[in-house]
T-cell receptor, first 116, second 113 residues
Framework: AQTVTQSQPEMSVQEAETVTLSCTYDTSESDYYLFWYKQPPSRQMILVIRQEAYKQQNATENRFSVNFQKAAKSFSLKISDSQLGDAAMYFCAYRREGSGNTPLVFGKGTRLSVIA | NAGVTQTPKFRVLKTGQSMTLLCAQDMNHEYMYWYRQDPGMGLRLIHYSVGEGTTAKGEVPDGYNVSRLKKQNFLLGLESAAPSQTSVYFC????????????FGQGTRLTVV
């Protein structure tokens, strides 16, 4: 079974600084997708960024970028120019590609605090 | 466009009571999921459905039942609620094939006393 590990239960960053959240995963599959979801205090799950395993180029979305290391099974999220609104729980998630659409497998989350 | 809507948003149950959580999506998604979120545990899959009339067990299915009689609705039932089922429940849905990210409802906070 696939597993996703987020080794940092809590992180903090100064406003305008850069922070990196770590995620590792375990799978025997070669085709899959990886995601970072943000959960602010409102509880809403918001997709931040996604990465297809077959793509070598790291995904970017404005201030958010990933460092995808397929061989090491590592998928870290970098947040640049951190803002107060970035404070939230961040979840790393994995989905296998294949026939049928398989469910997301989540890590336990990292709580990010942004210090003004 | 409502997306994924969960009903109710909050509920308090007594041990042994039953209830049904409703999830409705208006995006014509084939796949729907129920997760529970507990502190320090992330989101864990309870049950899921790959199409109307189908359901499958996830990681933590015990104590829950589900039904997908209509494509747009996915119901989660608790037949006899227990304090261990106190949690925040999330419904999600996704397309098949080319769109793989899941869209989430706003969550239901359930407390069993």
């Amino acid at each position: 079974a696939q597993t996703v590990t987020q080794s940092q239960p809590e992180m903090s960053v100064q406003e305008a600084e850069t922070v990196t959240l770590s995620c590792t995963y375990d799978t025997s599959e070669s085709d899959y997708y990886l995601f970072w979801y943000k959960q602010p205090p409102s509880r809403q799950m918001i997709l931040v960024i996604r990465q297809e395993a077959y793509k070598q180029q790291n995904a970017t979305e404005n201030r958010f970028s990933v460092n995808f290391q397929k061989a090491a099974k590592s998928f870290s999220l970098k947040i640049s120019d951190s803002q107060l609104g970035d404070a939230a729980m961040y979840f790393c998630a994995y989905r296998r590609e294949g026939s049928g659409n398989t469910p997301l497998v989540f890590g336990k989350g990292t709580r990010l605090s942004v210090i003004a | 466009n409502a997306g994924v809507t969960q009903t109710p948003k909050f509920r308090v149950l007594k041990t042994g009571q039953s209830m049904t959580l409703l999830c409705a999506q208006d995006m014509n998604h084939e796949y729907m999921y129920w997760y529970r979120q507990d502190p320090g545990m992330g989101l864990r899959l309870i049950h899921y459905s790959v199409g109307e009339g189908t359901t499958a067990k996830g990681e933590v299915p015990d104590g829950y039942n589900v039904s997908r009689l209509k494509k747009q609705n996915f119901l989660l039932g608790l037949e006899s609620a227990a304090p261990s089922q106190t949690s925040v429940y999330f419904c999600a849905s996704s397309y098949s094939l080319w769109r793989v990210e899941a869209f989430f409802g706003q969550g239901t906070r359930l407390t069993v006393v």
